[in-house]
C-alpha cells in the first residue's frame, strides 16, 4: 500500500492487514514493523532549475507561505536580517503565492532558504530547496532514515534566527559547501529515483524475511 497527504504523522489502521505500507509524513512514535515512511519530497509543479553558485544568487534569505501555523516564525524574522538582501512574505492562501515557475527562481536565485512548519512536521520546501542547491534551515524534523545526518540546519523555534542566517553567510566557502552537500543528499536519499530504489530494498528484504 502506498499512502500519500496524511499530514497527522499517523499510522494507517489499515497497516497490520497488508503486506507492506508506504507512507511520506513519518509517524512521531512506534510504527509496526511493516510501515517504512519515505521523504515528501517536492510539489510536481516546481521545476527543477540549474543550481547556481552562492556567488550568482542575489537573495540572501527567502521564505514565501501562509500565515496559519507560523506566527512564531514572522514574529522572529519580521525585524530580523537588517542589512540583508531578503525576500520573505505571507500568501494569502494556499498556492495563491508566488506562481510554482516564480517560485522555482526564487529558489534557484537564494542562498538560505527558510522551511518553517505548518500544519505538520514535513513541508515541500525543505525538500525543494534542498534540490535548488539552497542552504536550508528547517524546524526540528521527526528523525528517520533520511534526515540522520542530512546538511539541514535544524532549528527548535525562530528566535535568533538572524543569528544563525549571518553564521552561515560569514563564511561562504562553507556555504557553498553545505549547498553542495544538501544537493547531494537530495539525489541520494530523497529523489524520486532515491525513494524507488529505497522501497524496492525494503520490499526485498522483507520477502526475504518471510520466506525464511
Same mark, same amino acid.
Given at each position: 500500500?502506498?499512502? @500519500?497527504s496524511?499530514?497527522? #504523522?499517523?499510522?494507517?489502521?489499515?497497516?497490520? +492487514?497488508?503486506?507492506? @505500507?508506504f507512507?511520506?509524513?513519518?509517524?512521531?512514535?512506534?510504527?509496526?514493523?511493516?510501515?517504512?515512511?519515505?521523504?515528501?519530497?517536492?510539489?510536481?509543479?516546481v521545476?527543477?532549475?540549474?543550481?547556481l553558485?552562492?556567488g550568482?544568487r542575489?537573495?540572501?534569505?527567502?521564505?514565501?507561505?501562509?500565515?496559519?501555523? =507560523?506566527?512564531?516564525?514572522?514574529?522572529?524574522? +519580521? #525585524?530580523?536580517?537588517?542589512?540583508?538582501? @531578503?525576500?520573505?512574505?505571507?500568501?494569502?492562501?494556499?498556492?495563491k503565492?508566488?506562481?510554482?515557475?516564480?517560485?522555482? +527562481?526564487?529558489?534557484?536565485?537564494?542562498?538560505?532558504?527558510?522551511?518553517?512548519?505548518?500544519?505538520s #512536521?514535513?513541508?515541500? =520546501?525543505?525538500?525543494?530547496?534542498?534540490?535548488?542547491?539552497?542552504?536550508v534551515?528547517?524546524?526540528?524534523?521527526?528523525?528517520?532514515?533520511? @534526515?540522520?545526518?542530512?546538511p539541514?540546519?535544524?532549528?527548535?523555534?525562530?528566535?535568533?534566527?538572524?543569528?544563525?542566517?549571518? &553564521?552561515?553567510l560569514?563564511?561562504?566557502? &562553507?556555504?557553498?559547501?553545505?549547498?553542495?552537500?544538501?544537493?547531494q543528499?537530495?539525489?541520494?536519499?530523497?529523489?524520486? &529515483?532515491?525513494?524507488a530504489?529505497?522501497?524496492?530494498?525494503?520490499?526485498?528484504?522483507?520477502?526475504?524475511?518471510?520466506?525464511?
Amino acid at each position: 500500500m502506498l499512502q @500519500t497527504s496524511d499530514e497527522g #504523522h499517523e499510522v494507517p489502521a489499515y497497516a497490520n +492487514d497488508v503486506f507492506m @505500507t508506504f507512507k511520506n509524513y513519518p509517524p512521531f512514535g512506534a510504527v509496526p514493523d511493516n510501515l517504512c515512511a519515505f521523504p515528501l519530497g517536492c510539489n510536481k509543479d516546481v521545476a527543477e532549475l540549474p543550481a547556481l553558485g552562492m556567488g550568482e544568487r542575489p537573495i540572501d534569505v527567502f521564505f514565501i507561505g501562509r500565515k496559519e501555523f =507560523r506566527d512564531e516564525f514572522f514574529a522572529a524574522t +519580521d #525585524h530580523a536580517f537588517g542589512d540583508l538582501r @531578503t525576500d520573505i512574505s505571507k500568501a494569502p492562501e494556499f498556492r495563491k503565492g508566488l506562481s510554482p515557475e516564480d517560485y522555482a +527562481d526564487k529558489l534557484a536565485q537564494s542562498k538560505i532558504a527558510l522551511a518553517p512548519r505548518g500544519v505538520s #512536521h514535513e513541508t515541500f =520546501r525543505t525538500y525543494e530547496a534542498l534540490r535548488a542547491g539552497c542552504v536550508v534551515i528547517a524546524q526540528r524534523q521527526i528523525p528517520c532514515w533520511w @534526515t540522520n545526518g542530512w546538511p539541514v540546519i535544524e532549528v527548535d523555534d525562530w528566535l535568533g534566527i538572524d543569528d544563525v542566517v549571518r &553564521a552561515q553567510l560569514d563564511d561562504g566557502a &562553507a556555504m557553498q559547501e553545505r549547498a553542495a552537500a544538501g544537493r547531494q543528499w537530495w539525489l541520494d536519499k530523497c529523489s524520486p &529515483a532515491a525513494v524507488a530504489n529505497y522501497m524496492m530494498g525494503e520490499i526485498a528484504a522483507r520477502l526475504l524475511e518471510t520466506q525464511r
